[in-house]
């Protein structure tokens, strides 16, 4: 079950809106690709926090596979641990509370884009709760939302 609501707030212009969502496992209609899915796309090879901030798109997403499979950073600080490792995030999934790593870009052969996302522990917000690969795109509201106008 997943709870939606859309906040409208009216302090820099009418048209400022901001929804957030709720719920288990899911993010609007996201769509994330399965460990199963991301290794035969990409292959994998074993995680180097030396090499994934300087690595090219297919060696990231390699390496993205392993840390998925290994769950390397579940339970590990996002401001500590994994952008220590990482480097500085290149994207974001909804915000720059929950970042991402591009792993293959869009291109004429790409049709796709993806990026590694770490989304916080419901728990402790600060540390990593999910790693997922995420398709960066084509974001779906859910048929049900709430509207609620604040002022």
């Given amino acids: 079950m997943i709870s939606i609501w859309r906040i409208e707030l009216y302090a820099a212009s009418p048209n400022s809106c901001v929804t957030i969502a709720v719920g288990q496992g899911k993010y609007f209609k996201s769509e994330f690709i399965s460990l199963q899915k991301a290794e035969k796309k990409w292959g994998i090879k074993k ?6 901030p300087v ?3 297919n060696l990231r997403a390699q390496m993205a596979v392993d840390i998925l499979k290994k769950k390397l950073f579940i339970g590990k600080s996002i401001l500590q641990t994994v952008r220590k490792q ?5 994207g974001y999934l909804f ?5 991402g790593y591009e792993i293959q870009k869009k291109t004429k052969q790409n049709k796709e884009s993806w990026q590694l996302v ?3 522990s419901k728990k402790d917000t600060s540390k990593v709760g999910e790693v997922k690969i995420h398709k960066k795109c084509c974001y779906k509201e859910p048929k049900l939302i709430k509207d609620y106008k604040l002022f």
């Avoid at 995680?47 to 994934?52: H, I």
């Avoid at 990482?86 to 290149?90: C, E, T």
């Avoid at 915000?95 to 970042?99: A, R, V």
């Fill in 47 to 52: 995680f180097s926090a030396k090499q994934f």
């Fill in 55 to 57: 690595a090219g798109k």
């Fill in 86 to 90: 990482l480097g500085s995030p290149d």
């Fill in 95 to 99: 915000s720059d509370f929950i970042p």
């Fill in 118 to 120: 770490f989304i916080p």
